[in-house]
């Protein structure tokens, strides 16, 4: 490896992640400060709620500081294939347009991601075998291979003229995760003895204490819960989580069941594992259309659904209106999976609704039917054993969790640690770890079609619309300006508890307008926005004496 | 008491609370099936979250059965002052007309609420006082004194010629509730020995194991952790937990800090705990304005907004625009209170913004300064034990609660059980208890300044608007049936990445809804409702292919 240049500076960038859980994205610079070159490592998405967002399927990072930068950003490197991770590629590679490098299973799921965005033919995608390396300018990078929730979570090991950073990605340490090697600890340890400069750390589970668990457990107990049920029974869990899919396909064929996939992103996901050689043993699985000809003690339906998304499988089923699935008294829906924060109320609405129909919940609360794939503080302890590295940087976290990964990081006698925000340019080398820079960092909407930002009127205006509904608003004006026709007013989101009262309102809202327009000077009349605001206004008052709400009021003058 | 007449029946019947945790209403009925007489017990909220049901404050419980049989109702009782029990009588009570029976801390906090609505001079409310009875027709009722987290928790003991019902409303056994008395478990063993028909009995912590633990360890405890605080204090608790709210008060003078209540709602309970003589030994408040002149360590903020409520003051000083108070690095808020479910993220967010301020957070997840109100399974048992009953019938849970609460009672060998969903009418005597009828149950939500139904059209297009948004138009058409202005479009809550682009999609609708137009029919075009459904059809598939996004369509014909 190349001596460093006495002007060149390594710096860690977090623009998403780093404040919160999901949606990473991260940069390494290496060079002088006028002319860093950059890696970035995942780019993922976050999910928009339908109560929080409503109309924002995602979230995704903000890249615009790298947009800056592009000329100079020698690659983007997947660590592991989830949404968080990779969720944002399709999206924001037009911004970016650099190599892309993933492992075969991260790249098979990218490429249809790519494929959707019709970038498969222009966006440069190497696959990196699972332990291999790749070098980018001044950045040596290993793949290390880790255990997580999803086959192929890998590590980077970033070796740079000024020292070497590990950065983990998402991982736990699962003795036995069914799919893919355990982590490698003879790498890590090698790692170490070369001597470590920073770690960047996953941080989401660094307030439970203990181990994680192993899929393996979760295989066993899941095996003997499914052997036990009557009735239909339907699994939900990560899609993405192909060893706890093989452990639902295994289990049905133990219990005598026939597995029957249900959703989309189960097909997708199964279709992808199997591209690259996994779910190989596994029991054929029945399309959803033949699975109403099996008797009730003969299907096992795995689906998607597990956090209550309305349009997901399982709320289908629920609400009764799946097309092909029904569950009923006696049936029962195990959820081998867990409660992301945001989604308890929906998550207990589909409890309720099962139960509604007399339907048994199995959950995780009192079975051990699920593992997380990220490190709880024993593990996050044996992590720091292992590497030993000069510089603690977690990530991956709201700021709570981060705080507390410092705090960990300094116990465990760290000689150096920092909490990072979305944004912060941190100097790793030369010199001890500093915050050297803040770059513009954030959100940025899927709505429908166009990426927005969070903050534009559109958002503001359709929260607003939500809470208080709209009043809309029409007269013609003649050349004379008077009034010719109108104001005709109509309500959107509001009401009155009868059809006459709203009648009432409505024409108290129309004489407000046609009084707002009698006020005004000649001038004014003869300004359309003069009578815009007015009527704008008037009729805003009025609304907020009949309703005690603020609607909108949309005022539209038509010139004759 | 009178013998039964052959006819007579004793019923239940849950108007809200058995299915969903909040907003209680239930009723009993006594009589011939048809000339019932009926008491009202509890008649409670819900709140509405701002990003589940935005523009919706509060959410009541539907009391359409009872509007129809309010001759028969013979008093609406009261059992404690929380808003799930008590927050719905004021909207409520015109539809149901009925005296009100309360004691005096409840009585206090129910005359403000029906000043609010202009009701007080309206409505007979009688005092009654703690461990005092009171006879509406076939019910004698006793008021037994409990432990929950509010002054004067009441269960209720109905006695009637069929039985004797032991209704126990908000429950917790703390053997030192540092406000009010212990359990009157000599009353519950007597109720026994006479042998009690039915217990009605809440289920909000089946689910939890053990005891819910004293308010005297959490005064112990919030009074250790107040005293190492350096800094400015805030701590947020309901305001209706008085010993809670003592507790903070107590623990900031043995701090050496002044205490200071922040949030309409912390003063509003601190007044009517004065009104009824509580609170005498606590150290004076001062008021926000003055607070500021207080050297940082000598003050404690007391403040409502623990659920992470957006106007309320805690939020205000986490965004930093609270008029009085402001937390700095170095300060400490004091979290004593949990997470409601459906508040986690709210929640979350008011911990990353005082963490992004640099302010410490303490939570009842590492230090013990919360107990819930509510029983958990050691205390059900024990329960149980004393009541004896024949029925159980578990109310004021979700469906998951109540089911686990029968299953416990099963457990303990209770003869009969019976899990009610809102508007089951159940049957508790003669014969072995039977849900005999469903009558009509639901919700309603307070809009601003009316009441309306949840599937109202208002709330359907409001929910629309803010996932769609909304286009606009407006045109005046001839007595020729030609157009004369317009069409004019303008859209909300929908944009482009660009201004030119939001100005080309605008055109493209304004040409989409001529076009429409030009395709009519000239019968048509003289019918302003055929004009309004040609061009909104039209530019809603128009928008679709322009943002992918279904908005409500809007259209408004000016006739000349």
Redesign the interface.
């Known amino acids: 490896m190349t001596k460093p240049a006495p002007d060149d500076e390594l710096v860690f960038l977090p623009l998403g992640g780093s ?1 919160e859980i999901g949606m990473n994205l991260n940069a390494y610079g290496y060079g002088p400060p006028d002319a860093r070159q950059w890696i970035v490592v995942d780019i993922g998405v976050t999910f928009g ?4 967002t ?2 924002i399927d995602l979230i995704l990072p903000d890249p615009s500081y790298l947009e800056e930068v592009r000329d100079n950003i020698l690659g983007i490197v997947l660590t592991h294939a989830h949404e968080d991770h990779i969720g944002a590629l399709g999206w924001l590679w037009p911004r970016l347009k650099a190599p892309c490098y993933a492992t075969p299973f991260t790249a098979a799921l990218i490429r249809e991601k790519l494929r959707e965005h019709g970038l498969l033919e222009k966006v440069p995608l190497t696959e990196i075998p699972l332990k291999g390396k790749l070098t980018l300018g001044p950045f040596d990078i290993d793949f290390v291979t880790l255990t997580h929730s999803i086959p192929e979570p890998n590590g980077l090991a970033i070796r740079t003229p000024l020292g070497l950073i590990w950065h983990t990605g998402d991982w736990k340490i699962d003795p036995d995760p069914l799919i893919g090697e355990t982590t490698d600890v003879a790498k890590l340890q090698a790692m170490a003895e070369e001597g470590i400069l920073a770690m960047v750390c996953d941080s989401t589970n660094v ?1 439970v204490e203990g181990s994680t668990g192993s899929e393996s457990d979760v295989r066993k107990k899941l095996t003997e819960v499914i052997a036990q049920c009557t009735g239909r029974v339907a699994v939900t869990a990560f899609a993405s989580n192909v060893a706890r899919v093989e452990t639902a396909l295994h289990a049905a064929r133990a219990a005598g069941r026939t597995p029957c996939l249900v959703g989309r992103s189960m097909h997708r996901i199964y279709h992808a594992a199997k591209s690259v050689g996994l779910l190989q043993n596994s029991p054929p699985v029945i399309d959803e259309e033949d699975a109403g000809s099996l008797p009730d003690e003969k299907v096992l339906f795995l689906c998607t659904g597990s956090q209550g998304e309305a349009r997901a499988a399982l709320s289908r089923i629920a609400r009764g209106d799946h097309r092909n699935v029904s569950l009923r008294q006696g049936d029962t829906v195990i959820f081998s999976s867990r409660v992301i ?2 989604n ?2 929906a998550i ?1 609405a589909l ?2 609704a099962f ?2 129909r007399g339907v048994e ?1 199995i959950t995780a ?1 009192d079975h051990h039917i699920h593992v997380s794939g990220h490190p709880a503080r024993d593990e996050l302890k044996q992590m720091y054993q292992w590497a030993r590295p000069r510089i603690a940087i977690p990530v991956h976290g ?3 969790h981060i ?1 507390e990964h410092v705090k960990l990081a300094q116990a465990l006698q760290v000689p150096e640690t920092i909490a990072p925000n979305n944004g912060d340019m941190i100097r790793l080398a030369p010199g001890p770890v500093a915050l050297i820079d803040e770059v513009p960092a954030g959100r940025l909407y899927v ?6 930002e969070t903050e ?4 503001k ?3 607003r ?6 009043v ?1 608003i ?3 004006v003649g050349a004379k300006n008077v009034i ?3 104001p ?1 007013v ?1 309500v ?6 009868d059809e006459d009262d709203l009648e009432l309102a409505l024409e108290e809202l129309e004489r407000t307008a046609e009084a707002a327009f009698a006020k005004l000077s000649h001038a004014d009349r003869g300004d359309d926005d003069a009578i815009e605001g007015a009527v704008m206004r008037s009729v805003r008052k009025a609304a907020e004496k ?4 603020r609607p ?1 009021v ?1 005022v ?5």
Chains 1, 2 share one sequence.
């Open positions: 404040g709620r339908e109560d929080a409503p109309g307030f924060p945001g308890e109320a207990h409890y309720e139960l509604g919940l609360d709201e700021m709570r705080r709505d429908g079609s166009v990426i927005i534009d009127d559109a958002i205006d359709r929260r619309l939500a809470a208080e509904g709209a809309n029409a007269l013609a010719l026709a109108g005709n109509s959107r989101g509001l009401t009155m508890p009949l309703w005690r709400k909108l949309d539209s003058v038509l010139r004759l």
